[in-house]
């Protein structure tokens, strides 16, 4: 494995003429880049800039070719990737949070590769998200975002994420689930693989850890096969006790390991039981919070230690979850989630949708393709508890109910084991909650709505609450709620864009939500301040509902928090 990460050749192209010029062939660099990072955080003249943008870098790879296919991994291109290798095309990939794998092996010289991405990142209708949506009376807020972004993030652009070069025998493991069920104090692992061309041969699945250790190797039919290992007295995954095994899968043919794969497994359950989530059998309350990957420099991606210091910051306060608003996060940050023991709601990029016919279908199919590829890369993780379908669609059109049905029957195909949901500000008129496992609403009462003004934002969410819950009779996930407050801003009485109203807004929701015994888990948006497209209502082009900066140091909210999670109340 090699990674390609770090300065490439760079060159923006307003005038659109790099394709007819063939620049995929190698271009004249306009300046050096960073990857990974967006490029609209590296350069003043690219802060608005979405494309397209060339990137190029040449490598070797000594590596041998003999019975091996050898392929590049791009961990995420924003929004629209096109790659070529030595001038010949490779592929192209939509949509920005989710990696993808081209085949380089008939292409491949062991000297002076030259590889080359075309990337643009435009906010279009049709696309997911969705961008440039002309408002409407169903269909979207009018947030007047410069870039005219459908959603409240800003449009970074480019390679964001780390891109690796690696080989894989032509006979080899395709793909590997792991599923778990606990019966009593033993634990189930189900390990189900597909593997190519493997004819004659074995799977051999080992698991260890904590004393214990077991194989099992079964034969290789059409294609695939599933092994079972029973561990007595198990240490189950759980925030608190965040236990991973270690899973290896060999490839076997005449004694020889011809292939593998070593993975880490977490030995839980989740399931829901009336208004509960449980895990591993028992209720578990989710507190936390709706994050982005945004850093400064960085644009969407959060380097190692800014990384760590968010997972570090999250302990402190005594979180146990989050969700990736709002589109999958890094492999990283995923398998951070797993070590650590944190919940994790699983988004896909599908914020803002709308429901017009125009564009429908191909937002369905774009849906439908994230959905997939969400899953399939993050099924083993244990700390995935959920799939979220969307965030804040404009449902209201009857469009919208067809649609996440169709989506969450995909999901539901391709994982039995963990509930489905979507995250919504409608409330009581979001009818897809009736064929979905649990509800989730962002709340603003005390901000958009009765602003600064929470004697009457409280009662209208409580009796808000109660509504919901008396329609769908499911376990409610307040997903999102807070306020702005301009870091060092103070008031008192608290006035809004200060520390201590976004405190006071914080602690009366909280205090109110925890009296509902219906109401599983509760998210404070955000994490940390993040930048966003520029508007009236986004003081220096920031969304500062951070209960931490941008450069991740506590607000007064962060404090409180710390105080409510790490007291037995806070932690029902
Ligand atoms: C919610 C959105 C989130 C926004 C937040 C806000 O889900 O993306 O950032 O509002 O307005 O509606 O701060």
Known sequence: MRHLSGKWDFRPDPQNQGTRKRWFRGFTKDRAITIPASWNEQYKDLRDYLGPAWYQTRFDWPGSHQNKGIFIRFGSVNYLAQVWLNGFKLGQHEGGHL?????????????????????????????VPPGNVPPGPLDSFNNNFNP?????????????????LFSVP????????????????????????????????????SLEGFGF?????????????????????????????????????????????????????GIRTIKINKNKILLNGKPIFLKGFGRHEDFPGKGRNLPPSALAKDYRNMRWVGANSFRTTHYPYSDEDMAMADRLGFLVIDETPAVGLFFKKEGLARRLKLCRQFTK????????????????????????????QGFFKNLAQLARSLDQTRPVTLVSYLGTSENSFRFLDLVCVNRYFGWYTEPGDLDKAIPRLSRDLDAIHRKFKKPLLVTEFG???IPGSHANPPIMFSEEYQEAMISRYIELMNKK????????????????AQATHRPNSMNYKGVFTRDRRPKLAAHLLRRLWKTKRGNR
């Open 213 to 265: 250790k077991a194989t099992r190797e079964v034969p290789i039919q059409s294609g695939g096969c599933t092994a079972f290992l029973k561990i007595p007295k198990a240490k189950f995954w759980a925030p608190s006790s965040p236990h991973l095994y270690q899973l290896k899968v060999e490839l076997r043919r005449a004694d020889k390991t011809i292939d593998q794969i070593k993975l880490l497994v």
């Open 483 to 485: 306020a702005d407050a």
């Open 373 to 400: 590829e969400m899953i399939d890369r993050d099924k083993n993780h244990p700390s995935v508890v959920m799939w979220s379908l969307a965030n804040e669609p404009h449902s209201k059109r009857a469009a919208a």
């Open 99 to 127: 990696p993808f794998v081209l085949e380089v092996t008939r292409l491949i010289k062991k000297k002076g590769n030259l590889l080359v991405v075309r990337a643009e990142g435009f906010l279009k209708p049709d696309r």
């Open 517 to 532: 015994p219906y109401i599983a888990g509760t998210h404070v948006w955000n994490l940390c301040d993040f930048r966003t």
């Open 170 to 205: 032509n006979e080899s493991i395709q793909d590997v689930t792991v599923t778990t069920e606990i019966s009593g104090n033993t634990g189930l692992v189900q390990v189900k693989s597909l593997a190519t061309n493997a004819k004659d041969s074995a799977l051999r699945v």
């Open 148 to 164: 005219p972004a459908s959603f409240d993030f800003f449009p970074f652009c480019g390679i964001q994420r780390p891109v690796i």
